[in-house]
């Protein structure tokens, strides 16, 4: 400050000697250099500066340059009024300059105190601030945008905008920026992600504008960045909750709904409109309008509660049903509740509406259960009696009336034991407590053993008894089926009596069939022996005749003799297959298991030796097993087979087939073969001994092979059956009861 007021100071002196040089140019313009200095002085050394330059830029003229020269006289007055007015102008001078330099302090100080507050509020800033180039470098960045994305000043100021935009923001971001370059908006506000320094995402509200320069063209953008993590986390924690509770109210089937009876606004939740069917697109139903949802039965009773809770201002819950435009029905229960300002007056009602169709389906299922469980005790042919805990009867049916005598009214509440034997009773109250202890819901008919009961008038009658237990809130309930066997038993009795009669009959025709037996013994001994012994002697001396006298012999004498011949061989065979016949089901009967399979392929080995000539074709199907008396199933067998073989002599490519099928829940055992078969209109002839579907000149035999087979087959509990046609063969199966047969592989065949 000195040094400015020392150079005001000297200024005149300045302007002096530089006037004094010029003078001879300058003449006689006395106050041509000191006015600039009186401006200069007053603007350099202030006030103080100025009025003494001015002091000495006066006395200086005056006295050097104004006549007379170098004296402080004046020969003109117009000299002296000059000195007045630059004295007047230099004080101006230095008057305006003071002003202008208080002002300028004043100005500084201010802007100072602006500039402190500005850094205050950058530095301290609530919210992140930022100053951007409009390629996003970065000028200045405050605080709190450093905390918001984790990097320090220095860190934060060598990266760009577009550094910690996030990827997917930054095409957003760059037609928002691009708008306000072109002057299309001045500011833009958007919520998007910057990225932070731990590459982590934080969400912020955006806020920009632009400053331009006095030309108009950009000079840099403004950045408001306000963190809303929280908010968002918070948004989405609500979203959440949100969409929890709506699929809660789908899951419960429940909605909310509200009421504003000021302003007639109705809000629903998105459940009702689906349990009312109503389109979600539509506003809420309002009142009465919401009235064509529900039949006339249910509208009167929830208008009603409803009016009632507008009016009082009390609680409702109804049940109601409700009709969708599609038809449907669904029941719901309605509730309800009024709010009241502070004055006490209604202002509006809100509640819930739950759909409860499930339950009332449930009710009316249990409805009509118990309605049946009460017809089916009340006809039931059994008494049915329920006593509690206490073994007080809770439940008596007609039946248990008609079987004690006692009516429902006398019975119910009367002790158990009014209905049991007094000698029985003790015991009885044993097994109730046991079994409640047993932890058993129900013990069947007749596991209780025989009891008896008492009726009405005394008598005492035996009866067949189950007992169930069921746990209710108030205790255990102890349900009893009687059943009254006075007459099973009284036919037990008489079947008893029955079987022993049986049984003595049984022995009086076991007696006789053993006589029976005996006489056929005798029989078949004197069929073999009595009978034969004529046949032989017949046979052997037409042999000796044919043999002794044969050439002697004319005429038809040898063909009776022939005849005598063969009639004697075939009356040998009709005896051989008598005995056969009486002795294919004597004996006792074994249950052998046997190899079917094995034993039909060697059966067919022993008659393909028999004719090794003839080229049989045969089938046998693998593993199959049955249980029998091995000496007859191989007779069985070797009468079918043999049967098989005889008849496809004449077929041009014979076959035989063994297999097992099933047949109507029965396994049958087969024997098939592609020979001359048979007419079934004939079918009933096959089993009957001595009767033959051929003659004797195309197939030989004596008709008691089948018969034989039959009897065999009906001893071990089966049937035998034969199907055939002329020219194509015939099956014949039989089943075989007892133990199960088996074959691990019935459908394949080996040649």
């Known amino acids: 400050m000195k040094s400015r007021l020392l150079l005001s100071l000297l200024l005149p002196f300045v302007a002096c000697a530089l006037q004094w040089w010029l003078w001879a140019y300058l003449s006689p313009y006395v106050w041509f250099l000191f006015f600039p200095v009186a401006f200069f002085s007053a603007w350099i050394g202030g006030f103080s500066g100025g009025i003494a330059a001015t002091a000495i830029s006066a006395l200086l003229v005056w006295y050097v340059f104004m006549p007379k020269t170098f004296s402080f006289e004046l020969d003109n007055p117009a000299s002296a009024f000059s000195i007045v007015v630059f004295v007047i102008m230099g004080a101006l001078f230095a008057f305006l300059f003071e002003r202008l330099r208080h002002a300028m302090q004043r100005t500084g100080k201010e802007l100072q105190v602006s500039e402190t507050r500005f850094e205050a509020t950058f530095e301290q800033a609530a919210v992140g601030i930022a100053l951007a180039m409009p390629d996003g470098r970065w000028l200045r960045v ?87 993590q929280m908010r968002r986390q918070a948004e989405a ?169 006692l009516g429902v009214a006398e019975a119910t509440g009367q002790p158990l034991a009014r209905l049991i034997p007094e000698r029985f009773r003790h015991a009885h109250e044993g097994h109730i407590r046991n079994f409640a202890q047993t932890g058993m819901t129900a013990r069947r008919m007749g596991l209780l053993g025989e009891v008896s009961g008492l009726r009405l008038n005394g008598e005492e009658f035996p ?106 061989r075939k009356m040998s065979e009709l005896v051989d297959g008598l005995l056969v016949l009486s002795r294919s089901t004597r004996g006792e009967l074994h249950h052998d298991e046997i190899d079917l399979t094995g034993l039909a392929h060697r059966l067919l080995d022993e008659l393909a030796q028999g004719e090794p000539e003839r080229q049989v074709a045969r089938q046998v199907a693998t593993g199959i097993v049955v249980f029998g008396d091995a000496r007859m199933i191989e007779v069985v067998m070797r009468n079918l087979l043999g049967n098989a073989w005889k008849y496809t002599a004449h077929a041009a490519a014979p076959e035989i087939r063994v297999f097992a099928e099933e047949r109507d829940g029965s396994r ?66 039989f089943t075989l009861s007892g133990k199960p047969a088996a074959d691990s592989a019935p459908d394949k065949k080996e040649q």
């Open 142 to 228: 405050n605080r709190k945008l450093c905390e918001i994305v984790g990097y320090g000043c220095d860190e934060l100021l060598a990266k760009t905008f577009w550094d910690i935009t996030h990827p997917e923001d930054v095409e957003t971001d760059h037609a928002n920026l691009q708008g306000m370059l072109s002057g299309d908006t001045g500011t833009y506000s958007k919520e998007k992600r910057f990225i932070c320094k731990d590459g982590s995402h934080v969400w912020i509200n955006l806020t920009v504008s632009l400053v331009r320069k006095p030309d108009a063209t950009p000079d840099y953008f403004i950045a408001i960045v306000e963190d809303i």
């Open 463 to 568: 009866v067949e008894a189950s007992i169930s237990q069921t746990r209710h809130a108030a205790g255990n309930l102890f349900t009893v089926i009687l059943r009254d066997i006075t007459d099973r038993r009284r036919a037990e009795e008489e079947i008893l009596r029955l079987n022993a009669d049986l049984e003595r009959r049984v022995e009086e025709r076991t007696a006789k069939l053993t006589i029976a037996n005996r006489e056929l013994d005798s029989f078949s001994y004197a069929v073999s022996h009595d009978l034969r012994a004529p046949l032989r002697a017949m046979s052997g001396f037409s042999q000796a005749l044919g043999e002794d006298y044969g050439s002697q012999l004319q005429g038809e004498a040898k063909v009776y003799l022939e005849q005598i011949d063969i009639a004697s």
């Open 668 to 733: 049958f055992f087969c024997v098939a073969d592609n020979g001359a078969g048979f007419d079934m209109a004939h079918a009933n002839r096959l089993f009957q001994p001595f009767q033959r579907l051929h003659r004797q000149e195309e197939f030989a035999g004596i008709g008691i092979g089948l018969a034989t087979v039959q009897r065999i087959v009906h001893r071990h509990g089966g049937v035998i059956e034969a199907r055939g046609e002329p020219g194509k063969g015939a099956v014949f199966g």
């Open 237 to 405: 924690g609500l979203q959440k909750s949100a969409t929890q509770l709506i699929e809660s109210q789908r899951l419960a089937g429940i909605g909310n709904w509200m009421w504003d009876t000021r302003a007639d606004r109705h809000t629903w939740s998105e459940e009702i409109y689906y349990i009312y069917g109503r389109d979600p697109s539509l506003p809420p139903a309002i009142y009465p309008e919401v009235q064509r949802y529900f039949t006339p039965e249910s509208w009167a009773r929830l208008s009603a509660a409803v009016e009632k809770g507008l009016a009082e201002g009390t609680a409702y819950a109804c049940d109601a049903e409700v009709v969708r435009p599609d038809g449907t029905h669904r029941w719901i229960i309605a509730r309800g509740e009024a709010a009241r300002d502070a004055d006490g007056n209604i202002v509006n009602l809100h509640g819930t509406v739950q759909d409860i169709t499930e339950r009332k389906r449930a009710e009316e299922s249990l409805r009509e259960s118990e309605e049946r469980l009460a017809g089916i005790i009340d006809s039931a042919m059994d008494a049915i009696i329920s006593v509690d805990e206490r073994q007080l009867i809770r439940l008596y049916n007609p039946a248990a009336e008609k079987m004690f005598g």
